[in-house]
Every structure is written in C-alpha cells, then in structure tokens.
C-alpha cells in the first residue's frame, strides 16, 4: 500500500454518546435545510458532520449508514457507492431516514474555566446537576489548580452556575 492510501476501515461497535450527539445535530440541521430550500447550508452541514466524526475517529457502521442516507438527496450516486461499502445489499434509497432523537442533543455537562485571583488557569468539564459543594470539591482536587493554590487555603471560592469558578486565594 502507497503511504498516499488510506485504509477504508467500517467497525460494527456500538456509537459514544459524543458520536450520536453529532449525528443527531446533523440531523436536525440537515433536515431544516433541506425543508427550507437552503441546499448550501446543508452541504455545509455535511462538512461539517464528516469534520467531527473524523475527528472523534468515528468509524462505526450505523452512523455512517445514518449519514449516507441523508447524503442519497444531495448525492445519490455516491451515496449509493458508499452504501454497499459499508456492507449493504439493498439500495439506499429504500432505506428509511433515520429519526431526529432529542435526547442526544440536551448538554449534560458544561466546560467550566477556572480562575484563581481572576486568572484563567485551566478548565474542567463539570456535569449540569453537580451541586456547588459537588463542584467547590472537584474544583480544589484538580492538580492544575492545586499547584496554583499552593497549599494555602482558599479564601473564596466564587461559582457562578454555567459560568465559571473563581478561587480567591
């Protein structure tokens, strides 16, 4: 194989939540557009749907399938390619449009900057239903911020829900 060559590789596992959320944002965008008329901004929604599952290094059949089926409108001929790579028999356009699920698109976890003496020093990803106690002692085990703190004991901390954390030292 030329160093040039990639490796067309279709795993059978399970999708992350992380793959899903992405798939179903696709979904909903690819959809609205598609009912508005608004083809560009759905090519644009398929760029971008194809950037982030290569970057989560998604190789999973049953999002690819999911995406080719919403391509077949767009580009028939290569979705239909596609389609019998990843290890179809049937035509992809008898296939049925896969269904906007909502619950993959609700966060449930925020990235929190951390500020001690008002200066960002790192992030944490915190979940949504963390209460403050929850999150002041998470915050104060974090090995980043521990090496800000020095040791000394925090006079403040200040946590402003979906926000952000300050520690006043």
Request: proline fraction near 4%; include cysteine.
């Amino acid at each position: 194989m030329n160093s040039g060559e990639s490796v067309w590789q279709v795993t059978t596992d399970a999708p992350t939540d992380a793959e899903l959320k992405v798939l179903h944002r696709a979904i909903k965008k690819i959809e609205e557009d598609t009912e508005r008329f608004s083809f560009n901004t759905g090519v644009s929604g398929f760029m971008i749907l194809v950037n982030e599952l290569t970057d989560l290094k998604c190789h999973k059949q049953d999002i690819l399938q999911a995406m080719l089926i919403m391509l077949a409108p767009y580009a028939p001929h290569i979705a239909e390619e596609l389609w019998r790579a990843v290890g179809n028999n049937t035509s992809v356009i008898d296939a049925a449009y896969p269904k906007l699920e909502e619950k993959y698109l609700v966060e449930t976890s925020k990235e929190y900057p951390i500020s001690i003496n008002g200066k960002m020093r790192t992030t944490m990803n915190i979940s949504l239903s963390a209460e403050q106690k929850e999150i002041e002692e998470m915050v104060l085990k974090n090995e980043t911020v521990q090496k800000w703190v020095e040791g000394k004991m925090p006079k403040k901390i200040i946590y402003v829900k979906n926000k952000m954390v300050n520690i006043v030292v």
